[in-house]
């Protein structure tokens, strides 16, 4: 699969070395355990802007959908457990997908895949082609 980047990923990094600065907060400090979890303000800016997905029963693929600046990554909070990947929309009109699924568990956020640039076209493809409904945030 082409690995498709982005700077936003370093730039949340920096805004969030600027807020941590701001708070008078260090790598030592308190918001220092919270780290390996990403920047909490992104995750909230992030997930506050989660629109609904529902893929049909007898499908493999949800519709296309568009990264935004709200999120670095694409995550999915599905309401059964369902195995996942993400397939990124070519300039060609076809698709490249991950090699392998993730598990997204029922009603937990998922990161399905990372680092990828704004504006970026995609589908969710599952395993199953059983009707699915829940969120996303790109």
């Known amino acids: ?10 730039a949340a990094i920096v805004s969030g070395t600027v807020l941590l600065a701001g708070l008078g907060l260090g790598a030592t400090g308190g918001a220092a355990a919270a780290a390996p979890q990403g920047d909490t303000g992104v995750q909230v800016s992030c997930y506050g802007q989660a ?12 519709s296309v959908f568009r ?8 995550n ?12 990124f929309k070519l300039s060609n009109g076809d698709f490249d997908c ?18 990828v640039r704004n504006s970026q076209q ?6 199953s082609t059983s009707r699915s409904t829940g969120s996303y945030a790109a």
């Open 1 to 10: 699969m082409n690995k498709i980047t982005s700077l936003r990923g370093k």
């Open 51 to 62: 629109k609904s997905y529902t893929k049909a029963a007898g499908r493999h693929t949800t």
């Open 67 to 74: 990264t935004t600046s709200n999120c670095n990554d694409i």
């Open 76 to 87: 999915i909070k599905t309401n059964t457990s369902r195995y996942v990947k993400v397939c």
């Open 98 to 115: 991950q090699s392998s699924y993730k598990l997204a568990s029922a009603g937990s956020w998922k990161v399905i895949a990372t680092n």
């Open 122 to 127: 995609f589908v969710f493809y599952f395993q």
